[in-house]
């Protein structure tokens, strides 16, 4: 094969390759908005790398989840993604950690883990 | 000896609650240093302008335990309040009435030399803005009688930290004790992970925690978690203190932090008096005045 005919088949393959990666992580989105997160419940699967995108509908916020060692500020007009790769089955109770008023205590949810 | 004299003067006036003695500032070290003997009285969360089932006498509260204080027969030599002053609101024309109106009120204490803090919700929603307008800085140092008092700022933050710049401050200050002084610091939230789920925690409270470590005679007060609560870290003690407003779940007891349901009869809120002498004595004072 020639050098030309590798590259020509080189970069279809790439983008290829991209595509899937995409295609294969999934993601979960999760808005914030004083007091809740919405959804306030997602269910991802153990050992499966899964991409959090987190967006804030009015001022900044945070999601901490100890358990899996998580945490992130969540700024409005942007998106925040978070890579995980959860290693234990469960659920997890994860928080807004950034003071955000009146209900702040209350704005929190729950990242389940199936086996 | 004064410590007995004070118990029995609060137990005369009928406003002795739970004594608790710490054994900290070893006998010996404690009166080499001392300038005496002292009290303080800590008053925390009052949340003046919170309105709800949690607490139906919420106007009233805090007019209540500042007379109780002045009913007290051997005044405190001071007084603080470790932070949550306000409620919070999203209205910053709300939250300078609250602060005016808390002012107010707690200028008919008797002991005109009071100390204030932030707690998150007078200083998190704008960083301390109208708080430092009210009453000036939310972390500074003060001494009295041979204690040297710290006052830590762990709300301006919305994310709960102290920060780089202050724990630079508190790492200066520090140089400049010897390791046998008495230090007490004064902050809001605790600076241990009493329940990070829960926001009882400081983010980055381990590091002053560190600072504070290599000083045989430390001790910390704190409220945010309205209950009391004893806790060390090495051989620092650290107490958190009643609400003024309703107490809170004990830690980790369910789900979800919550307000207790409110009993008239018993509505768990106080102050609380602390004796600095070789030991440090803690005596809860119950609302009673009304």
Aim: charged share 25%.
């Amino acid at each position: 094969m020639t050098r030309r005919f590798m590259m020509m088949l080189g970069v279809p393959l790439a983008l290829a390759a991209a595509r899937l990666a995409a295609e294969t992580t999934p993601e979960v989105r999760i808005g914030a908005k004083k007091f809740a997160f919405h959804p306030n419940k997602v269910t991802v699967k153990l050992g499966r790398p899964v991409v959090l995108v987190l967006t804030s509908e009015d001022r900044i916020h945070g999601l901490k989840l100890p358990e899996l060692g998580l945490r992130a500020e969540i700024v409005p007009g942007q998106e925040t993604r978070v890579s995980l790769t959860p290693q234990k089955a469960g659920s997890f109770a994860f928080f807004c950690d950034v003071f955000c008023g009146d209900g702040h205590e209350d704005m929190d949810g729950t990242l389940v883990v199936e086996a | 000896m004064l410590q007995r004299h004070r118990r029995d003067f609060l137990k005369l006036a009928g406003l002795a609650g739970v004594t608790f003695t710490a054994g900290l500032f070893p006998p010996g070290e404690a009166s080499a240093q001392a300038g005496g003997d002292f009290h303080f009285v800590q008053f925390s969360d009052t949340h003046w302008g919170f309105k709800g089932a949690a607490n139906p006498d919420s106007e009233n509260t805090l007019a209540k335990a500042v007379a109780t204080v002045n009913g007290l027969a051997n005044p405190p030599d001071f007084i603080v309040f470790t932070g949550d002053l306000t409620h919070t609101t999203d209205d910053p024309k709300e939250r300078r009435a609250r602060m005016q109106r808390f002012r107010e009120i707690v200028a008919g204490l008797r002991v005109k030399d009071v100390r204030f803090m932030p707690g998150e919700h007078d200083a998190s929603l704008d960083a301390g803005e109208a708080y430092k307008e009210f009453f000036g800085a939310t972390n500074y140092t003060f001494d009295h009688k041979g204690v040297h008092f710290i006052v830590l700022d762990n709300v301006s933050d919305p994310a709960a930290k102290l920060g780089t710049a202050q724990l630079a401050w508190l790492e200066a200050d520090l140089k400049q004790r010897k390791p046998d002084d008495r230090i007490v610091v004064l902050t809001h939230r605790p600076l241990f992970a009493l329940q990070p789920d829960w926001d009882w925690t400081t983010a980055d409270g381990d590091k002053a925690i560190e600072l504070l470590m290599p000083y045989g005679n430390v001790v910390v007060f704190y409220g945010h978690i309205h209950q009391e609560h004893h806790h060390m870290t090495g051989h620092i003690a650290h107490h958190a203190a009643k609400s003024l407003i309703f107490p809170l779940v004990v830690p980790g007891s369910q789900p979800r932090r919550a307000p207790k349901p409110y009993d008239p009869a018993q509505p768990d809120l106080g102050t609380r008096d602390v004796t600095m002498g070789s030991k440090v004595s803690l005596v809860e004072l119950p609302v009673t005045r009304s």
